[in-house]
């Protein structure tokens, strides 16, 4: 089944009307604040009405608090909330004046991504045509002062829709999105914009001997796909990456059936890693980095049936290691040590995995939050640094290698699961088992990529996370020398 995705409704224009706006205003502006002692503490808002005759209807002044705090996501999370309480008040046209935060590109890009990511919506579920109504509003935005920033309000635009991307993909069921809706993805966006796409099926994987992938993918009525999308610049590359999603379009637990109260009937949301490294390749193809980027995912779903894998079971990887099936729920780390395997001999400066991975990692660091586990220090700064200039939060966890102890079997090389203490850095040890000496990082988003309510720019549902950091370290890599 092909999926269609919501498209932002509202047009960003750029214009250099402030300057004019204090005189149009006629000190209008000065009055105010001195009349209502404004001070522009954090949370803080006015709302003035104007004559009726004045071409501004409304004036709302909102406070950012002190000058030297003011940071990108600051003005991302305030754009995003004056979108929203304009569209709630049905407003037509919304023209925004923020203080300026590093540069003006920087200014213009934080702005306007809060703005389009504050009033994505998902509608495509609900029958009543009413909810998207209100969609419409603004229609129009106006950045007043940033009328040169026409290439980052673009970046803002492209990296946007990419968050939207996976957002989408999060929210879809399991009986919309499926591995083969994450493959006709890949092929959508091979297609549209110039990607190189591989997709292994079943026969292809058992030849590469991808037993633990295939192990997961047994009990499943839909067949496993394992896709491999390329983004290879025009001109040389200075770096070569390969970015790896957790693709399980539903985790039952299989045989260690997830029980209640666990949270099964939100495990659509287990190919957010996936849905992400889409997301961003959407976005880097269409930013040109000099950086060539494999994106991989293997996709299915962990289910029961006759088929299905028996706890205890023994499974191959396609490095050779064997490994004894403890908990079929611990399925994600099967699925992505032959991906990782599969990176490695593209031959890459750098692989980077992200994956719902653990309950542990929530426990440990809470919902918006994700950890960080590397063999590489440079790596995993480099992705610290990407994450702080887009907003998301990464943590840095330990790969404590004593903990492999619980990892031991007696019969196999190594178990899937460890004991409950430290069970986000046991999923991390064991995908260690997997990758050979390539610089490697680690990120178990299971918390970030889903809110229940309304959070900065983020609302209800998927949240699109990493795929701004993902975005912007590649950026970054552009400026690599070779
Ligand atoms: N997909 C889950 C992890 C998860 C849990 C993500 C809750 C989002 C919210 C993963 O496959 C899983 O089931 N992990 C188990 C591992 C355990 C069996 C060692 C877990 O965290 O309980
Ligand atoms: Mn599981
Ligand atoms: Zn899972």
């Known amino acids: 089944m092909a999926i269609g995705f919501c498209q932002s409704d509202q047009t960003i224009i750029l214009d250099n009307a402030y300057a004019s706006l204090d005189q149009r205003l006629g000190g209008t502006l000065q009055d105010v604040i001195q009349e209502a002692d404004f001070q522009g503490k954090t949370g803080t808002s006015l709302i003035v009405r104007l004559a009726p005759h004045s071409p501004i209807r409304k004036l709302m002044l909102i406070g950012l608090g ?139 994987c058992r030849d590469l001997g991808m037993g633990a992938f295939l192990g997961v993918a047994q009990a499943s009525d839909i067949p496993p796909k394992f896709i491999h999308l390329t983004y290879r610049p025009s001109t040389p590359a200075c770096k070569k990456i390969a970015i790896i999603g957790k693709g399980l379009t539903f985790d039952s637990g299989g045989l260690n059936i997830k029980g209640a109260g666990s949270g099964i009937e939100m495990m659509k949301t287990d190919m957010s890693g996936a849905a992400a490294v889409f997301g961003a390749a959407q976005a880097i193809a269409q930013l040109h980095p000099k950086v060539e980027v494999h994106f991989i995912v293997a996709a299915t779903e962990n289910m029961i049936s006759g088929n299905a894998l028996h706890p205890g079971d023994i499974l191959t990887a396609s490095n050779g290691k064997t490994i004894e099936v403890n908990n079929t729920d611990a399925e994600g780390r099967l699925t992505l040590a032959d991906a990782l395997v599969y990176a490695e001999k593209l031959s890459v400066d750098a692989i980077v995995d992200l ?58 090389d190594m178990k899937n699961t460890g004991p409950r203490p430290g069970g986000a850095i046991t999923a991390a040890l064991f995908l260690k088992q997997f990758i050979d000496s390539t610089p490697w990082a680690h990120l178990d988003v299971a918390g970030p990529v889903w809110t229940d309510k309304e959070d900065g720019y983020n609302n209800p549902g998927g949240t699109g996370f990493a795929v701004r950091t993902l975005v912007q370290w590649v950026l970054d890599r552009s400026l690599d020398q070779a």
């Open 66 to 204: 002190e000058a030297d705090q003011l940071d990108g996501e600051i003005l991302r999370r305030t754009a995003a909330a004056v979108a929203r309480s304009a569209r709630r008040e049905k407003v037509n046209t919304l023209a925004l004046h923020f203080p300026q935060w590093q540069s003006p590109s920087q200014t213009t890009q934080a702005i306007a991504e809060g703005v389009y990511l504050g009033l994505h919506q998902d509608h495509r579920f609900k029958s009543d045509p009413e909810a998207a109504k209100l969609a419409e509003y603004p229609q129009t935005v106006q950045l007043m002062g940033m009328e040169h920033q026409i290439t980052s309000l673009n970046q803002a635009d492209i990296i946007s829709r990419g968050v939207i991307l996976a957002r989408e993909l999060v929210n879809a069921p399991a009986n919309i999105v499926s591995s083969l809706t994450l493959a006709e993805t890949a092929q959508n966006l091979a297609a549209t914009y110039g990607m190189g796409l591989k997709i292994l099926d079943e026969a292809d």
């Open 355 to 412: 994956a719902t991975l653990t309950g542990a990692c929530i426990v440990a660091l809470g919902e918006t939050i994700a950890g960080i586990w590397s063999n590489d220090e440079a790596l995993a700064s480099q992705l610290t640094n990407a994450a702080a200039t887009a907003g998301e939060k990464l943590w840095a966890m330990p790969l404590e290698e004593k903990y492999f102890d619980g990892l031991k079997s007696i019969v196999a």
